[in-house]
T-cell receptor, first 114, second 114 residues
Framework: NAGVTQTPKFQVLKTGQSMTLQCAQDMNHNSMYWYRQDPGMGLRLIYYSASEGTTDKGEVPNGYNVSRLNKREFSLRLESAAPSQTSVYFC?????????????FGPGTRLLVL | AQSVTQPDIHITVSEGASLELRCNYSYGATPYLFWYVQSPGQGLQLLLKYFSGDTLVQGIKGFEAEFKRSQSSFNLRKPSVHWSDAAEYFCAVGGVGGYQKVTFGTGTKLQVIP
């Protein structure tokens, strides 16, 4: 099992460019999440998907969109990148939203917006 | 609103020495508490979690944590640190709701010297 995979590992964008971060899990999990990690701020939830076909905003959704393509895949799109979106992005999944389940994280995508 | 504080940004210990990483939380009722480890270039991995019951929780890699309601703390301990424990450690707190309501701390970076 690969667990949670993310592509790309690293990306440089210019302000205003768009891109999609891909995430896939092979654990048959219902719930998936996108976080950003910034120095000194811990992880912050951008969007989550409780189950296939549903998505909801997290703490910091502005400037982002998501798509739950199917049960395995959950993508994060930046329509017009800004320097403030320079961050490390983590995808995670869990069997369900309940905290009794274990959350599994991908290795991250490091994004630099110039 | 819930919150979590990790007062130590960076800690250095000698290999073989004991370790204690501090975590203080703010939440009105009994919280759900987590400790995660993030190795360089990797995603977060769950070390242990507390929901209820025994206040001393055993985790993976020889770690344990103790929930102390009177001190609003959930400190992580290890009796003898190995060089491979060098990583960043995150405490997280959750209350009512699922993972979409979990708040992460800002992390403590652990350096292990030979």
């Amino acid at each position: 099992n690969a667990g949670v995979t993310q592509t790309p590992k690293f990306q440089v964008l210019k302000t205003g460019q768009s891109m999609t971060l891909q995430c896939a899990q092979d654990m048959n999990h219902n719930s998936m999440y996108w976080y950003r990690q910034d120095p000194g701020m811990g992880l912050r939830l951008i969007y989550y998907s409780a189950s296939e076909g549903t998505t909801d905003k997290g703490e910091v959704p502005n400037g982002y969109n998501v798509s739950r393509l199917n049960k395995r895949e959950f993508s994060l799109r930046l329509e017009s990148a800004a320097p403030s979106q320079t961050s490390v992005y983590f995808c995670a999944s869990s069997a369900g939203l309940a905290k009794q389940e274990t959350q599994y994280f991908g290795p991250g995508t490091r994004l630099l917006v110039l | 609103a819930q919150s979590v504080t990790q007062p130590d940004i960076h800690i250095t210990v000698s290999e073989g020495a004991s370790l204690e990483l501090r975590c203080n939380y703010s939440y009105g009722a009994t919280p759900y508490l987590f400790w995660y480890v993030q190795s360089p270039g990797q995603g977060l991995q769950l070390l242990l979690k507390y929901f209820s019951g025994d206040t001393l929780v055993q985790g993976i890699k020889g770690f344990e944590a103790e929930f102390k309601r009177s001190q609003s703390s959930f400190n992580l301990r290890k009796p003898s640190v190995h060089w491979s424990d060098a990583a960043e450690y995150f405490c997280a707190v959750g209350g009512v709701g699922g993972y979409q309501k979990v708040t992460f701390g800002t992390g403590t970076k652990l350096q292990v010297i030979p």
